[in-house]
């Protein structure tokens, strides 16, 4: 494993702040040309880490990397509160059509024939967006 990607909880932020490799690796422990994996028997290392009481050998997380399209689905989101926030007649439209959708959502997800009769009435099955 290179790297990992997440979103931009604080958690994660907060373990991998405090279980990031530190040192640099070595140049033979980067990934051979060759396209092989590395495998290694994950008993052997918890047992002598449980032996040698090597705990911090087991928390070393690969280079963190957050998730870019989660980052700018925040800015946007934020984005559209403050404008709304300075809009009070938009938002007004805004939070009623969005109430009208999130009932029609909801009636979709949970009635098999109320979602078939949209996919026949509409021509396409309806997509319910979801909250990050």
């Known amino acids: 494993m290179t790297a990992c990607v997440t979103d931009n909880g604080s958690n994660f932020v907060k373990a991998f702040k405090e279980h990031q490799q530190r040192q640099v690796e070595s140049e033979e422990d980067e990934v051979d040309g ?8 994950l008993h052997s290392v918890l047992a002598a ?27 946007a989101n934020n984005e559209v509160d403050n404008w709304l926030s300075s809009n009070v007649e938009s938002k007004a439209v805004y939070c009623s059509a969005t109430a009208k959708c999130s009932a029609l959502w909801t009636k979709a997800s949970r009635s098999t024939v109320a979602s078939e009769f949209l996919e026949e009435v509409s021509g396409r099955k309806l997509i319910v967006p979801t909250v990050l």
């Open 34 to 41: 060759d396209g092989e994996a590395d495998f290694t028997d």
């Open 49 to 75: 880490a449980r032996d040698d009481n090597a705990r911090d050998r087991l928390c070393v997380l690969p280079p963190h990397h957050r998730c870019a399209a989660h980052t700018l689905n925040l800015i």
